[in-house]
């Protein structure tokens, strides 16, 4: 159990299933599939990624985060439109695509770590909080903010309760 004090205890009423996908790429290859909808852990784990997106998109470091699909031909035309300013019309691009499908076998613990603190310590620079809280509504995807609720709907967590609740999937995700 998470030693989480803003965020209320979370009972599956039974335990997420497992199954396989075939891959269409190679038939004799498997996915291994856990469903996430009776996670016991699903709100927090919602709430925690909800703010590790805001904290990414705030940050405004040189990288690319796409929110969602259709972001992705507005942002490789704006990525274009700058670096042809800058170098010239011909400038030629190469795009790489990369999917991270099993994050938690494939990557390295520490690595996973050592990001999720190098994303806290940029949001901190930001910020210019020492220790910056993020709000948001308990339910849906929308509407974190930097700052401490006092709204029954809404739940704020600190960064380090972020890094904790990341480390503790880490630890229970094999």
Same mark, same amino acid.
């Given at each position: 159990?998470?030693?989480?004090p803003?965020?209320e205890?979370?009972?599956? #009423?039974?335990?997420?299933?497992?199954?396989?996908?075939?891959k269409?790429?190679?038939?004799?290859?498997?996915?291994?599939?856990?469903?996430?909808?009776?996670?016991?852990?699903?709100?927090?784990?919602?709430?925690?990624?909800?703010?590790?997106?805001?904290?990414?998109?705030?940050?405004?470091i040189?990288h690319?985060?796409? #929110?969602?699909?259709?972001?992705?031909?507005?942002?490789?035309?704006?990525?274009?439109?700058?670096?042809?300013?800058?170098?010239?019309?011909?400038?030629?691009?190469?795009?790489m695509?990369?999917?991270?499908?099993?994050?938690?076998?494939?990557l390295?613990h520490n690595k996973?770590i050592?990001?999720?603190?190098?994303?806290i310590e940029? %949001?901190?620079?930001?910020?210019?909080?020492?220790?910056?809280?993020?709000?948001?509504?308990?339910?849906?995807?929308?509407?974190?903010?930097?700052g401490r609720?006092?709204?029954?709907s #809404?739940?704020f967590v600190?960064?380090s309760?972020?890094?904790?609740?990341?480390? %503790?999937?880490?630890?229970?995700?094999?």
């Amino acid at each position: 159990m998470i030693n989480h004090p803003r965020l209320e205890s979370q009972k599956a #009423e039974r335990m997420p299933y497992a199954y396989i996908l075939i891959k269409d790429t190679n038939t004799k290859k498997i996915r291994p599939i856990v469903s996430y909808r009776l996670h016991p852990y699903r709100k927090i784990f919602n709430i925690i990624a909800r703010a590790i997106s805001f904290m990414v998109s705030t940050i405004k470091i040189k990288h690319c985060n796409l #929110e969602k699909c259709d972001d992705l031909k507005p942002t490789l035309e704006a990525f274009a439109s700058k670096a042809n300013r800058r170098f010239g019309q011909s400038t030629r691009f190469a795009y790489m695509i990369g999917d991270i499908k099993n994050m938690y076998t494939e990557l390295k613990h520490n690595k996973i770590i050592f990001a999720i603190d190098w994303i806290i310590e940029k %949001f901190k620079e930001i910020t210019r909080l020492r220790q910056p809280t993020l709000s948001m509504p308990k339910h849906g995807t929308k509407g974190v903010y930097i700052g401490r609720t006092t709204t029954t709907s #809404e739940i704020f967590v600190s960064l380090s309760e972020i890094r904790k609740v990341v480390i %503790f999937d880490l630890n229970n995700a094999t």
